[in-house]
């Protein structure tokens, strides 16, 4: 069992910066995959960015060469920087974990993000 908490979500204005984090209650050492999705109301959930225990990451089209996504390993901890916001990046965001095999999903409980247009 992985329990995840995200935190840094907040309202911020277009073109600004956040820091979304994702602590886990155990060590992410051997997480084959940790990644974030987010959610809009009516919408499916939909990948952000992820990254694999070897440091391989991927993003979304619509994010990539504005969010950064990394693991600190030490800290149980994986961040997503986010810059250059925009109004369609207003979401729900949550961390998402996955280990095995057996290929097991665990969801933090999301965070909110808000950048108003």
């Known amino acids: 069992q992985v329990q995840l908490v995200e935190s840094g979500g907040g309202l911020v204005q277009a073109g600004g910066s956040l820091r979304l984090s994702c602590d886990a209650s155990k060590s992410i050492f051997t997480i084959n995959v940790m990644a974030w999705y987010r959610q809009t109301p009516g919408k499916q959930r939909e990948l952000v960015a992820g990254?694999?225990?070897?440091?391989?990451?991927n993003y979304a089209d619509s994010v990539k060469d504005r969010f950064t996504i990394s693991r600190d390993n030490a800290k149980k901890t994986v961040y997503l920087q986010m810059n250059s916001l925009k109004p369609e990046d207003t979401a729900v965001y949550y961390c998402?974990?996955?280990?095995?095999?057996?290929?097991?999903?665990?969801w933090g409980q999301g965070t909110q993000v808000t950048v108003p247009s």
């Open positions: 998402h974990a996955q280990t095995g095999p057996p290929f097991t999903a665990y």
């Open positions: 990254i694999t225990s070897g440091g391989t990451t």
